[in-house]
């Protein structure tokens, strides 16, 4: 059995993977064969085209690896939601948008598996939070 030497955190595009900076600059060190890995994240990301995936990859000391995908961080999700491009500069002073409490669930129920929240609540209440820092208000 092949063991762990070093874990890898990448967000990366879905199916946009290329070995140019900043996968391969990464990925080279380690010693991975990053074209193998940019086919397989490729393929597997292929209907989340141009959405930001978290990888967390393990490589191991025969220079194999696995990966896992996860769900896109928070704030992606809450400005797709929004339909906007980025939060406010100013948080206290603008906002960018509302967020209705469907969509703020609906956020929460997304990242859901990614999150270490014991509820659904507990997780509408970080959406919450992210929305807020981001000057993004949430409706009644």
């Known amino acids: 059995m092949a063991k762990a030497i ?3 955190k990448l967000q990366i595009p879905g199916g946009k993977a290329t070995p140019a900076p900043p996968v391969g600059t990464v990925l080279g060190p380690a010693g991975v064969n990053i074209g193998d890995f940019v086919n397989k994240f490729n393929e597997q990301t292929r209907d989340q085209m141009g959405v930001i995936i ?5 490589v191991y000391d025969d220079r194999t690896f696995t990966f896992v995908l996860k769900v896109s961080p928070m704030s992606r999700l809450i400005l797709k939601a929004l339909g906007v491009d980025k939060g406010s500069g100013k948080t206290p002073l603008s906002k960018v948008g509302n967020l209705s409490k469907e ?6 129920e997304t990242k859901m598996p990614d999150l ?8 509408e209440r970080m959406v919450e939070g992210t929305a807020k820092s981001m ?3 949430v409706g009644k």
Do not use: D, F, H, L
């Open 6 to 8: 070093k874990k890898i």
């Open 103 to 108: 969509q703020v669930r609906q956020i929460a």
């Open 135 to 137: 000057g993004v208000t």
């Open 116 to 123: 270490t929240a014991g509820s659904i609540e507990a997780a």
């Open 54 to 58: 978290p990888v967390e990859m393990t």
